[in-house]
């Protein structure tokens, strides 16, 4: 069981295939995996549906693969920070299915649970339930939301250990451990891969089952909206 | 007549002792500002984390410690992080006391419109569908007419809804109203405003 790869293409090799669907961690630019997007890019998989919470910004993020033309669909609950996006959706280039963002995290959670759907308040009287069962529980009603089950995970955390056990940091975690137990197959990078036993068994916060492939490198982790307070002299 | 900082002012005045409050962008996030003294409560920001802090000092920004707003932020000693599925279970689950909204429009009923222009660019709905459906008690904090003078306290939202019934309290430029049986209540007039001109400016049912 050998989970490290010496980089994204490696990482990939053999998981890419038109048309699949791809789990990407990731909230705005916070805790996205920079380097398979990258790697997705360079090996030219076309007609990707992806499931991340935000679609990125031009030129990073899923952004890239919004450039290239590689994706054919985003579910996602908040776009639109980016100018590309707007432009293939107005015109009808690109399909999108808005998930409320609670959600689409229970969607990810649930379908790597082997849960195939659950029912939710969320979006009950809205367009969102438009189509979908409801069901009366306790005289609330509630609308059937369905588990996702992607075909490949990408997520990014701080460190990883060489089985696959993943450490987060601060709110970097977000969207990426529901994500990637939504994968058949979920590779992670990291911005370090630490040697087995260095990871406190108490604190790993996503057990390697869930993390077949592994790449460590150098990340660019862009700031989207920086913000500052005065110090009082 | 209250401005946006007099408008989150009354807003914190919602705030109670111990609550876990979730608060939205624009001015729900001034609220922050005016947490009474002896009133301690925890921001949850639904990115994953309890116990939000301040905007951080030049220079000490974490690209990995953001807000939903996306905008850098602080942990405080309190602080706890987690993932976007546990966010949300503790949305739904109920155990967010309060989140404080903006609105582009709310109903007698409790209705609220705060995510879609049909026609207009939509950017999605976020994380609000969730806080609505889940949260113990949504206060909406909005000016009571559009730039136009319309009334956006309506008897029925023309725009796509947020979420049905969902609204507990409105808090306006003019005053603050409760969704009760049969319509609004008056339960403040702003500084400077006459209950005439509240009821004058809001085209819901105002009920005594």
Known sequence: MKKIYPNAAAALDGLLFDGMLIAAGGFGLCGIPELLIDGIKQAGTRDLTIASNNAGVDGFGLGVLLATRQVKKMISSYVGENAEFMRQYLSGELELEFNPQGTLAERLRAGGAGIPGFYTKTGVGTIIAEGKDVKTFDGQDYILERGIVSDLAIVKAWKADPSGNLVFRKTARNFNPPAATSGKICIAEVEEIVPLGALDPDTIHLPGIYVHRIIQGDHEKRIEQRTTRKREV | ?208
Request: a negative charge; glycine letters at 12%; aromatic letters at 4%.
């Open chain 2, 1 to 208: 007549m209250w401005d946006r900082n007099q408008m989150a002012e009354r807003a914190a005045q919602e705030l109670q002792d111990g609550w876990y409050v979730n608060l939205g962008i624009g001015i729900p996030t001034l609220v922050a500002n005016y947490i009474p003294k002896g009133v301690e409560v925890t921001l949850q920001s639904e990115n994953g984390m309890l116990g939000m802090g301040p905007f951080p000092f030049e220079g000490e920004e974490d690209p990995d410690l953001i807000n939903a707003g996306k905008q850098t932020i602080t942990e405080l000693p309190q602080t706890a992080f987690f993932d976007s599925a546990q966010s949300f279970a503790m949305i739904r689950g109920g155990k967010i006391a309060m989140a404080i909204l903006g609105a582009m429009e709310v109903a007698e009923n409790g209705d609220l419109a705060n995510w879609m222009i049909p026609g207009k660019l939509v950017k999605g709905m976020g994380g609000a569908m969730d806080l609505v459906a889940g949260v113990g008690r949504v206060v909406v904090v909005m000016d009571h007419t559009a730039k136009t003078g319309e009334s956006k306290v309506l008897k029925s939202c023309t725009l796509p809804l947020t979420g049905k019934a969902v609204v507990n309290r409105i808090i306006t430029n003019l005053g603050v109203l409760d969704v009760v049986k049969g319509g609004l209540r008056i339960v403040e007039c702003a500084t400077g405003v006459s209950e005439a001109d509240l009821r004058a400016a809001t085209e819901a049912t105002i009920v005594a």
